[in-house]
């Protein structure tokens, strides 16, 4: 009987933390009003191709750190400015780097990134044929 009432404790205080969890990271979309539906879907479209810095694996729209709630600010203001994807894209890389946008360009400093996961296919699979045809 104790084990069955630890467990349904343990249950409905899991439950109220993800409830709180989930109200806490739910996106305020009224907080942003534009003056068309232009500006509204570029703002939004940019929320889920840029970076939380902090949390690194979510995306603007995903995050509520405090540092994706300012970058949300920022990027409506330069969208009401009439900027566009490719500006905003630009100016967010030129202070936050390449990590901030999910498809960072092909150059030297993302080699390593775009050719990196090829490079190691190569290497396995030359390893491989080697060590098959040592055994042979």
Known sequence: MNKILIIIF?????LGILSEAEQKFTFDKEAYSFDNIVQEELFYS???????PKCQ?????????????????EVYELVIKEQSAEEIKAYLVERYGN???????????TYIL????????????????LYRRKQA
Do not use: H, M, Q, T
């Open 114 to 129: 775009w050719f990196g996961p090829f490079l190691l296919i190569i290497l396995s699979l030359g390893s491989i044929i």
């Open 99 to 109: 990590f901030i946008i999910y498809n960072p360009p092909i150059e030297p400093a």
């Open 46 to 52: 940019l929320l889920v191709e840029l970076r939380c």
């Open 10 to 14: 343990i249950c409905s205080i899991s």
């Open 57 to 73: 694996s979510s995306n603007l729209s995903g995050s509520n750190s405090p540092i994706s709630n300012d970058l949300k600010r």
